[in-house]
């Protein structure tokens, strides 16, 4: 079974920041690097106007799996790291950073930031969810 998690997201005047929940891996980026805003104890978890527009986007741009990702509401959003970048977890998932264009069974979809499934066993390929050994 594949598919995509539903986006949820999260707004200010200046920017907005997406969640796509199936494809977190709990790698705790956001929560280390702006508790105030990122706080999964709190709902909504994720409030954007307790930081700044450009300390959000340097905190989501940690975020490996690109589950978080942001548009600013003026400029242009997130520029894909160059070159790009392929890196081999330790269980034998990838992950990749850069310009990126990832077919799903929805379509093809820009990326700058994914980890993806390199067991196979993933309900939402190409990328990893953690359901088989390469996501654990």
């Not at 975020?63 to 003026?74: N, R, V």
């Not at 990832?102 to 994914?114: K, L, S």
């Amino acid at each position: 079974m594949s598919g995509e998690s539903a986006q949820k997201a999260y707004r200010t005047e200046s920017i907005t920041v997406t969640f796509e929940a199936g494809r977190c891996l709990h790698a705790a980026e956001c929560v280390g690097g702006l508790p105030e805003v990122f706080d999964p104890a709190k709902r909504p978890w994720i409030q954007p106007e307790r930081a700044t527009a450009e300390r959000l986007a340097e905190v989501v741009r940690r975020c490996p799996s690109g589950a978080l990702q942001y548009e600013p509401a003026e400029g242009a959003g997130e520029a894909p790291e160059r070159p790009t970048t392929i890196t081999g977890g330790a269980a034998g998932q990838l992950l990749v950073r850069g310009e990126l264009s990832v077919e799903t069974p929805e379509g093809v979809r820009a990326e700058t930031r994914v980890v993806l499934c390199g067991c196979g066993r993933s309900r939402l390929r190409p990328y990893c969810d953690r359901a088989g050994p390469c996501g654990q």
